[in-house]
């Protein structure tokens, strides 16, 4: 295992990660990557410890690629299901955090609909002085920091397989497409490539991207770096020799919301296909964070496409780097 330094006893937000940080994500999920390539997938890692998944909204891909990625660390699992807890009887957040907490919890991710829940929790963890270390697994329209870092690790071995480093998107362009005004996983990536030196390209519908976005984002930077975002309001500029395209999933019940006027008028103007990828540049991938609306935000065909589409890759580099954050958030609590 990579010998590293970690600070951080809770993982909330991308927004105060420094570039050697992330670097520092990269580098143990390339030695998890080669754990995972064995015949024996597992490591006793976090061997005693208990990982609680408390998951208050459905997911696919992030819960099943935690609980496998404790597993492959030899944690123990406990899975946390609102339908089926006494949440149903009033029980509060806050509460049901202090009961796993009593079971020996050592580590919660901690999914919510609501911005806030999961730094809430970790608040409360640190005023009772447990120990507990929070990862936020996607809260509100605030943070999904696991997906941009999973994204980043797949930047990163598409750029050099042998090798990959999180430096090495320094100067690249990445053009991210769609729903960027209600998305988490947008803000987090926005974090994320910014502070690797990325130049990040916008572009959505102005309902989806209000003018003065970008300019808004960086002011809000807790840290004293520069970050280049460019927004735009139609798709050919962000597309033009970028070297990495991400499209977002389009929420459908926006449409309620009257921000877009058909799903087939979106797709005309800001959807994926072969062909508007020529605008490009010709070594360019297509990355989407699932779950995917076929024919909406990407065509069918190019989702299909192995020599254009990230998007097995990055669910994959998801276990890899979920054990990653795990082991960094939870080595020595055992001790």
């Avoid at 597992?42 to 408390?54: D, E, Y």
């Amino acid at each position: 295992m990579t010998k590293t330094s970690w600070e951080r006893r809770h993982v909330l937000s991308l927004a105060d990660f420094t570039a050697e940080e992330l670097e520092t994500v990269v580098e143990t999920a390339v030695s998890f990557r080669d754990v995972l390539s064995r015949r024996t997938r597992k490591v006793p890692a976090l061997q005693g410890l208990v990982v609680t998944n408390m998951f208050f909204e459905p997911s696919t891909r992030t819960r099943s690629s935690f609980e496998l990625a404790a597993k492959r660390l030899s944690a123990d699992v406990l899975n946390f299901a609102p339908g089926t807890s006494s949440l149903t009887k009033g029980e509060t957040i806050l509460d049901t955090a202090k009961t796993y907490l009593a079971m020996g919890t050592n580590l919660m991710v901690v999914r919510h609909q609501e911005t806030g829940v999961p730094q809430a929790i970790a608040m409360e963890m640190d005023r009772l002085h447990s120990g507990v270390g929070v990862l936020n697994g996607g809260d509100g329209l605030h943070a999904h920091p696991s997906q941009a870092l999973l994204d980043l690790f797949t930047l990163a071995l598409t750029l050099d397989p042998d090798h990959p480093t999180s430096k090495q998107l320094a100067g690249k362009k990445i053009a991210i497409v769609g729903d960027i005004l209600h998305s988490r996983v947008a803000r987090s990536n926005l974090w994320c490539l910014t502070a690797c030196g990325a130049n990040v390209h916008l572009a959505a519908p102005p309902t989806l991207l209000p003018p003065g976005f970008a300019d808004a984002f960086i002011s809000q930077s807790p840290l004293a770096i520069s970050r280049a975002i460019v927004q735009h309001n139609t798709l050919a500029p962000a597309l033009s020799e970028a070297d990495f395209v991400m499209t977002l999933r389009l929420q459908k019940e926006r449409m309620t919301q009257h921000r877009l006027p058909s799903l087939r008028e979106y797709h005309q103007g800001f959807g994926l296909t072969r062909d508007r990828l020529r605008l490009c540049q010709p070594t360019v991938k297509v990355l989407h964070p699932g779950p995917v609306n076929r024919g909406v935000e990407i065509s069918s065909e190019l989702m299909d496409d192995p020599a254009l589409s990230l998007i097995s890759e990055q669910v994959t580099s998801g276990v890899a780097v979920r054990m990653a954050l795990l082991y960094l958030m939870g080595v020595g609590k055992g001790e």
